[in-house]
């Protein structure tokens, strides 16, 4: 058969005319039960000079595919992403020796289907479809069918919108005087198929009621639930449907911890309605929308020394959360005792945060341009024992791949989205380094000569993935930007090294 530069292979065979070429024997193995490998195949041998295009022209004719078929392969759980030659030298290998490489379907890059556009810049995304938290946390709910899945987007003209798939809004948030938010939405994110919550720089987290038929082509979002005690911006969210427990972070260094059911909500805080300038336009916020109920925080947190920028409850025990911080810090709270357990500093201000609960890690995004991977665990022998590096301006956003442990995208102020997988990486100083697989721009730049220099005018603010609908970015663009790439992460095998 014919690889790459049209050298001959056979099992068993060396690789090749020129002597003077370096050959290495390949063992081929998969646990992809679509990919068919001859049985008691025997390692072959080849240039120690292909890269994955060379390895997937010998797998191609292995398998006698009709059509070539891009695969990847993992060599000790890490995706090869050099020649032969360099993965040797890299781990001290001899080409003496035999590699074993586990052959995987290629990864299939994110493609662009559509864009949502707004009057102002939009801050945060949030997904309702059958694979979405919000759906799988209610129980024996409806089923959200093909075409029937929503968009969520918060913008800082103070309105939430929820679009269908058509780019079509559904349903517009109530304005500020009509019980709606009096400044920018920074966060949201649906609770249940009938609940969002939402927040911003008015400093209040909101409760909204969200109803919606499938047969007709409107929806409403009514004010259900106004809750007062942050005294800075709320920029990040977390929610909790089975415990209705929402989380906050905020600009004043708390993270607060709330009820969105009326009943478990206590009364807003004395301190927030004392007297003094600063509570006199408190009450004002207030009875601008009074006929909303209004509650205070069940506690708030205390001990970062700079803003809070994202908190995350841990997806494996609701009862445990994860905070970031300008401070450097990530903290881990136990909600149970309303206390800071653990606190693991770093080298940058940390602005995003997901979980990659596989691998017990967490990604923060930084200021200083990449991802570090963090293990939270007290016995961690290594706070970081990776860093995703490529974005060339702050890290704001981050989520995981709904279909692969190993998988994250991130949102950056460069203009750009990032699709990493954990086992696609390189030696670099001071450890491991992760490389993006694909890069995702924002389709309002496209076709410009001009080259925005650190993302001016596209800055990505907001990123979800779900498995339904692919990956949602929001941005300064005034758009909500759709796409799509299936499996885009979807790999068997391997481990994080």
Sequence with gaps: MEAEGGVELTPGSKAGEDPSTAQVKIHFTTRQPDI???QDLAPILVPTSFRRYG???????????????PFDFLSSGTLLRTTLDEHLTANGLSSESTLTLECVRSLIPPLYLASFEHDDWVSSVDV???TSPARTWTKNGSLIGPGQERILSGSYDGLLRVWNMSSEVLATSASANAGGHTSSILAAKFISPNRIASAGSDRTVRIWKYTDSSES?????????????????????AVHGPSNR?????????????????????AIPPSHTSSGPSARSKKRRLAASVNTPQRGPLSFFTGHTAPVSATIFSPTDNTVAYSTSWDHTLRTWDLTVQSSVD??????????????????????????????LIDPRASAATVSPL????????????????????GLVSASHDGTCRVWDVRATKSGEGGPVGESLYTISRESAKGEERRRVGGEGVKVFGVVWDATVGIVSAGED????????????KLDGGALS
């Design 36 to 38: 068919t490998l001859p």
């Design 55 to 69: 390895l997937s022209s010998v797998v191609n004719h292995l398998v006698g595919t009709e059509k070539p078929t």
């Design 128 to 130: 309702l479809s059958d």
């Design 217 to 237: 082509s409107s929806a409403n979002i009514e004010p259900y639930l106004e809750l007062h005690g942050h005294r800075g911006s709320v920029n990040g969210l």
């Design 246 to 266: 929402v989380l906050s972070a905020s600009t004043d260094n708390t993270i607060g911890v709330w009820s969105c059911k009326k009943s478990d909500a206590p």
């Design 343 to 372: 606190i693991r500093t770093t080298s940058h201000p940390l602005l995003s945060l997901t979980a990659l609960p596989t691998f017990k890690l967490l990604a923060a995004g930084t200021s200083a341009r990449h991802i570090t």
């Design 387 to 406: 860093t995703l590096r490529g974005h060339t301006n702050a890290v704001i956003a981050l989520a995981p791949d709904p279909a692969s442990p190993w």
């Design 478 to 489: 005034k758009r909500v930007q759709l796409n799509r790439g299936q499996e885009a992460t």
